[in-house]
């Protein structure tokens, strides 16, 4: 069974780090692409971050770059998204997602073959 399994959200002040975890299971996790992204309440999607599973190749969304580190463990199969310098504004849920391939600039408008149940991000004081 192919799943993907969010963890490392929580709460956290203005300023604060997080680091968010994507284990994967059920499919060759080297073959494929694993993205971010986040939700905010009566927000569209956004895509937070991208990295290819045979190069480890990146992309982010310009809002997190220089705040936000994607990297993966293929022996472990999973993705991890360490997130510095946390502002309220990126109050989400955030989702990892995985696609056969690599990542491009346009990570954020492929068809992802399968979805995390999500994990809620909050930043506030």
């Known amino acids: 069974q192919v799943q993907l399994v969010e963890s490392g959200g929580g709460l956290v002040q203005p300023g604060g780090s997080l680091r968010l975890s994507c284990a994967a299971s059920g499919f060759t996790f080297a073959y494929y692409a694993i993205a971010w992204f986040r939700q905010a309440p009566g927000k569209e999607r956004e895509g937070v971050s991208c990295?290819?599973?045979?190069?480890?190749?990146?992309y982010y969304a310009d809002s997190v770059k220089g705040r936000f580190t994607i990297s993966r463990d293929n022996a472990k199969s999973t993705v991890y998204l360490q997130m510095n310098s946390l502002k309220p504004e990126e109050t989400a849920v955030y989702y990892c997602?995985?696609?056969?391939?690599?990542?491009?600039?346009?990570?954020?408008?492929?068809?992802?073959?399968?979805w995390g149940q999500g994990t809620q991000v909050t930043v506030s004081s």
């Open positions: 990295i290819t599973g045979s190069d480890g190749s990146t």
């Open positions: 997602a995985t696609v056969k391939g690599a990542c491009s600039g346009s990570y954020y408008l492929y068809k992802y073959d399968v």
